[in-house]
C-alpha cells in the first residue's frame, strides 16, 4: 500500500456501542475510511459487494469465532489483511489464529491512537502484537512444551473426538478395552484433564495440529 493512501477498512464486532463508538473515532481519521457491521456472516456479504484492505475483528462474536473468518473470507475472494481486537485472548487461540493468516492481535484496552497504529501497520504489511500480550507469549514460551503424543495415543485422541466408545475404539485398534482404557489414562495425565469431554476440548483448543 503506497504512503497516505486511504485505508478502507471493515470493523466486525457484535457489541453495537463499542464498534459504533470506536467507526465514529476512526472515521475522523482522514486516511481511514471505516464500516463496521456485527457478524462474520454480515460482514461476508459487505465484502462480497466492495473491497476493504483490512478487517477489525473480535475474536468472541456470540455464536462466531474469529477462526471461522478468514478460510470463508478468503474463499469468497477477500485478499485484505486481518487484525483480531478483543478483550481477550488465550495464548494458544492466538498462535492457532497466526498460523491461520491473522496479521495481528490488538487488546481492547490500549487507547484509540494505537489502534489507528495498528492498522497503519497491518495495512502496510506489518504485524502488530500488543505490548501486554507479547509479554505474556514471552512467558507461555519459556514454560514446559506442551507434550507430544506417541502415534498409539494419537490415534486414540482422534477416536475420542469422533465420539467412539472404548469398545468401538479397541475394535478400530485391534487391542482390548483395557488397554484403550490405560491410552486414555495416559493421555488424561499428558493434558491434566479428569474426563473424556475435556479431554476433547483441550484436543481441539491447544493440540489441533496432532488430531
Same mark, same amino acid.
Given at each position: 500500500?503506497?504512503?497516505?493512501?486511504?485505508?478502507?477498512? @471493515? *470493523?466486525?464486532? %457484535?457489541?453495537?456501542?463499542? #464498534?459504533? !463508538?470506536?467507526?465514529?473515532?476512526? $472515521?475522523?481519521?482522514? +486516511?481511514? /475510511?471505516?464500516?463496521?457491521?456485527?457478524?462474520?456472516?454480515?460482514?461476508?456479504?459487505?465484502?462480497?459487494?466492495?473491497?476493504?484492505?483490512?478487517? @477489525? *475483528?473480535?475474536? %468472541?462474536?456470540?455464536?462466531? #469465532?474469529? !477462526?471461522?473468518?478468514?478460510?470463508? $473470507?478468503?474463499?469468497? +475472494?477477500? /485478499?485484505?489483511?486481518?487484525?483480531?481486537?478483543?478483550?481477550?485472548?488465550?495464548?494458544?487461540?492466538?498462535?492457532?489464529?497466526?498460523?491461520?493468516?491473522?496479521?495481528?492481535?490488538?487488546?481492547?484496552?490500549?487507547?484509540? !491512537?494505537?489502534?489507528?497504529?495498528?492498522?497503519?501497520?497491518?495495512?502496510?504489511?506489518?504485524?502488530?502484537?500488543?505490548?501486554?500480550?507479547?509479554?505474556?507469549?514471552?512467558?507461555?514460551?519459556?514454560?514446559?512444551?506442551?507434550?507430544?503424543?506417541?502415534?498409539?495415543?494419537?490415534?486414540?485422541?482422534?477416536?475420542?473426538?469422533?465420539?467412539?466408545?472404548?469398545?468401538?475404539?479397541?475394535?478400530?485398534?485391534?487391542?482390548?478395552?483395557?488397554?484403550?482404557?490405560?491410552?486414555?489414562?495416559?493421555?488424561?495425565?499428558?493434558?491434566?484433564?479428569?474426563?473424556?469431554?475435556?479431554?476433547?476440548?483441550?484436543?481441539?483448543?491447544?493440540?489441533?495440529?496432532?488430531?
Amino acid at each position: 500500500m503506497q504512503q497516505n493512501q486511504t485505508i478502507s477498512a @471493515l *470493523l466486525v464486532d %457484535d457489541h453495537s456501542l463499542f #464498534r459504533e !463508538s470506536v467507526a465514529r473515532v476512526l $472515521a475522523d481519521d482522514p +486516511g481511514l /475510511e471505516i464500516e463496521h457491521c456485527g457478524s462474520i456472516r454480515e460482514a461476508l456479504q459487505i465484502l462480497s459487494q466492495r473491497r476493504f484492505d483490512l478487517v @477489525l *475483528l473480535d475474536h %468472541d462474536l456470540g455464536s462466531e #469465532r474469529a !477462526s471461522q473468518f478468514l478460510p470463508a $473470507a478468503r474463499q469468497a +475472494g477477500f /485478499e485484505g489483511r486481518v487484525l483480531v481486537v478483543t478483550a481477550w485472548i488465550s495464548g494458544t487461540e492466538a498462535r492457532r489464529l497466526m498460523r491461520q493468516g491473522v496479521s495481528g492481535i490488538f487488546l481492547k484496552h490500549a487507547p484509540l !491512537s494505537e489502534l489507528s497504529e495498528s492498522i497503519r501497520i497491518v495495512a502496510a504489511g506489518g504485524t502488530w502484537i500488543d505490548r501486554s500480550f507479547a509479554r505474556e507469549q514471552s512467558m507461555e514460551s519459556s514454560e514446559t512444551p506442551a507434550p507430544l503424543f506417541n502415534d498409539r495415543q494419537k490415534r486414540v485422541l482422534r477416536y475420542v473426538v469422533e465420539g467412539l466408545s472404548n469398545k468401538e475404539i479397541a475394535w478400530h485398534m485391534q487391542i482390548s478395552e483395557s488397554y484403550v482404557k490405560a491410552i486414555l489414562q495416559g493421555l488424561f495425565q499428558k493434558t491434566g484433564v479428569r474426563t473424556r469431554g475435556q479431554l476433547v476440548r483441550v484436543a481441539f483448543e491447544q493440540y489441533e495440529d496432532q488430531l
